[in-house]
């Protein structure tokens, strides 16, 4: 089964910047379309972009959109969202999943999960 594990989360100053990667192993991820998505406590969970299996199509969510950038990297396996200018209002638990299918900002569509990893944007 395919399994991905999230790293790069952590604690920064609004404005700043983080990178998060998302790395699968026993899988290739050439066949998949990779989510982020983010939840915060007692909010439902957010799809913040996505992209296609040969990354040549990516989608964002408007909250993000200019200041996050979703790429990947498949000789290593690794899908990578590039965070910039964060706000307090980005502060979750990222997560990020695969499906066989297209690039979709909807949840439901994605038939592995990470872990996720924790981002806190505060002063």
């Known amino acids: 089964q395919l399994q991905l594990v999230e790293s790069g989360g952590g604690l920064v100053q609004p404005g700043g910047s983080l990178r998060l990667s998302c790395a699968a192993s026993r899988f290739t991820l050439d066949y998949y379309a990779i989510g982020w998505f983010r939840q915060a406590p007692g909010k439902e969970r957010e799809g913040v972009s996505c992209i296609s299996r040969s990354g040549g199509s990516t989608n964002y969510a408007d909250s993000v959109k200019g200041r996050f950038t979703i790429s990947r990297d498949n000789a290593r396996n690794t899908v990578y969202l590039q965070m910039n200018s964060l706000k307090p209002e980005d502060t979750a638990v990222y997560y990020c999943?695969?499906?066989?299918?297209?690039?979709?900002?909807?949840?439901?569509?994605?038939?592995?999960w990470g872990q996720g990893t924790q981002v806190t944007v505060s002063s």
């Open positions: 999943a695969a499906d066989r299918g297209f690039c979709s900002l909807y949840y439901r569509e994605y038939d592995y």
